[in-house]
């Protein structure tokens, strides 16, 4: 027994009875239609209600919900069918001429997202097995990845608004997964939160291989070819918030070692201006592709010797050096304006990252960090 609707006050049977009542009434010939001929339902059949027993007809009225006892779960797919597998609800055939009955008072429900149905998510890269360092390096194209764009214009430091200004995006360009290698750089310990923001708006796949892309939000150095690295993002951080914790003001940074980019992006975010030298062709050209489609505007690369620095451009009030030799180049120390810091890995096979402080015209003072792993620095141009 089916309850019957609310809408009715009258029994379910008792509603059909009328109804056939009222509908036009076929002759005999009608009724005795070939077989495969359509007249035999024209009658609805609803003969069974007419016997005024209460129950429901069979195969009438049953909602398309319903067979035998299980619920179906409706599918949003278009064009999908709501009705359980197998089952078949009737439909009455009108002829011409002939108005349609009222429709069967069980209206069907609207579509609705099935119970358990997959929800849409975002993975993130998970923590990666890489060799603790980075260093000079530089992106292997990317392929099918398209970087986050940068309204170009104007001088000074490109700002976090600048390098991220696409909507959330899915997947590696979403600003979500940004944002988590941003708090697992944090739990490693870089608080500084203009260093932490620069990490989460720079898109880093945009730096490496695209067979590489899924891993890029790991906190790991990928190879970016020529026998280079691109740094892991917590080094990253950590070298530059060092430069920030002397409190001076980044107006001129030299970065030694462009490979990708991606430090030099990073570093854009803090500085004013950013020069960035890189001795290997091929990275040098593949690090101006990548930072291309960001259009930031402060930054400079150059193609030479990082161990003799930029004296045309010197003082600096920062140098970072991203690849490790067994002592600092005095070039690049003696470009460093006083009061500014030097952040440089220093060492062969066991390596320590190193803070130089420049504290007068002939003064330094150092202090030695981290154990870190970086590629060497050479010097000549290839």
């Known amino acids: 027994m089916t309850t019957p609707p609310k809408r009715f006050p009258l029994p379910l049977a008792d509603v059909m009875s009328r109804r056939q009542r009222q509908a036009p009434v076929l002759d005999k010939a009608s009724r005795a239609s070939p077989a495969g001929a359509p007249p035999a339902a024209m009658t609805r059949a609803a003969a069974p209600a007419s016997q005024g027993n209460g129950k429901t007809p069979t195969g009438g009225n049953l909602s398309p919900n319903t067979h035998g006892g299980l619920r179906a779960a409706a599918t949003p797919m278009a064009g999908a069918s709501a009705r359980p597998g197998g089952a078949q609800t009737p439909h009455a055939v009108v002829p011409k001429g002939l108005a349609r009955p009222a429709s069967a008072p069980h209206a069907q429900p609207a579509p609705h997202a099935a119970k358990g149905a997959p929800r849409p998510t975002v993975k993130t890269a998970g923590t990666g097995h890489a060799q603790p360092g980075a260093a000079v390096g530089a992106r292997g194209a990317v392929r099918g990845v398209t970087a986050t764009k940068v309204s170009a214009g104007g001088t000074g430091r490109a700002s976090a608004s600048a390098l991220g200004n696409s909507p959330d995006g899915i997947g590696l360009t979403s600003e979500r997964v940004r944002a988590r290698m941003a ?110 489609p960001l259009r930031v505007p402060n930054i400079r690369l150059h193609y030479g010797d990082g161990r003799l620095g930029l004296p045309t451009v010197a003082p600096f009030d920062g140098i970072v050096i991203a690849a490790a030799g067994l002592e600092i180049p005095d070039a690049l120390i003696d470009q460093l304006a006083v009061g500014a810091r030097l952040i440089a890995p220093v060492g062969g096979e066991q390596q320590i990252l190193t803070l130089i402080e420049r504290t007068g015209t002939r003064q330094w003072r150092e202090t030695q960090l981290d154990r870190v792993l970086f590629v060497p620095l050479k010097s000549g141009i290839i």
């Open 183 to 292: 708090e697992r750089v944090a739990a490693s310990g870089v608080k500084h939160p203009g260093v932490l923001a620069a990490l989460a708006t720079v898109p880093r796949h945009g730096f490496v291989d695209a067979a590489l892309a899924n891993q890029a939000y790991e906190d790991a150095a990928l190879p970016i070819g020529h026998g280079q690295t691109i740094s892991k993002p917590s080094v990253v951080g950590r070298m530059i918030e060092l430069l920030l914790a002397g409190g001076r003001p980044l107006e001129k940074v030299l970065e030694i070692g462009t490979g990708c980019g991606y430090q030099a992006a990073v570093l854009s975010c803090v500085a004013r201006d950013v020069y960035s030298i890189e001795r290997v062709r091929p990275l040098h050209e593949r690090a101006k592709a990548n930072l291309r």
